[in-house]
């Protein structure tokens, strides 16, 4: 699958070309703009990246980031 949504999957709920275009979690979605920097004091044309879940995130600040690392989760939902 290269990330293309399925026309039949998403007819009960929207249109494909209604979806955000799939990327990498560190890929760059956009730059912080004159409105945001006023909003949050980040700097004119920070780049943003695209980000991932609250799981992902862990996995990745627990040092999870190689093929046979792993991590033990337990939450109100346990991921191995």
């Known amino acids: ?38 909003e949050t004091g980040l700097a004119v044309g920070t780049p943003v990246i695209v980000g991932t879940d609250d799981s992902g995130a862990e996995a990745i600040s627990s040092g999870v980031v190689s093929t046979g690392d792993f991590m033990i989760q337990l939450g109100s939902t346990a991921f191995i």
């Open 1 to 38: 699958n290269d990330g293309t949504p399925n026309p039949e999957t998403c007819l009960p709920i929207c249109r494909p070309d209604q979806l955000a275009e799939v990327k990498e979690a560190n890929d760059i979605a956009g730059y912080v703009t004159e409105t945001a920097s006023k």
